[in-house]
Each structure stands twice: as structure tokens, then as C-alpha cells.
């Protein structure tokens, strides 16, 4: 029973080498996600607190 996916073939557009521009570029968008998403749970969490604290 194998998959179909041959091991070289893992990664999309494995045929095309990533320029450092691009890899930079596909970094920081994941960077900015994560810093987001980081924000959106810490602004939840105080929020939460601060509905919870009036009662």
C-alpha cells in the first residue's frame, strides 16, 4: 500500500529552486500570520479579563 507520492515530490514546485528573495518573502508572510495570530489570543485574553472584572 504506497501512497502515490514519490519522496522527491514531497515539496510543490520541487522542479523550481526558490530564490532567497522568495524564501525571505514566504518568511516574513508567515512571520506577520504568526505575530497576528499571537495578538488576536493576547487581545481575547484581556478582553475576556476585563468583561469578567465589570461584573
Known amino acids: 500500500m504506497t501512497s502515490g ?3 522527491e515530490r514531497m515539496t510543490r514546485n520541487s522542479q523550481k ?3 532567497p528573495e ?3 518573502a514566504s518568511n ?3 512571520g506577520l500570520i504568526l505575530v497576528a ?3 488576536a489570543f493576547c487581545l481575547a485574553a484581556i ?3 476585563y468583561v469578567r472584572s465589570r461584573g
Do not use: M, N
Open 37 to 39: 495570530v499571537a495578538l
Open 47 to 49: 478582553i475576556d479579563q
Open 5 to 7: 507520492i514519490k519522496p
Open 17 to 19: 529552486q526558490r530564490t
Open 28 to 30: 516574513k508572510r508567515l
Open 22 to 24: 522568495q524564501i525571505r
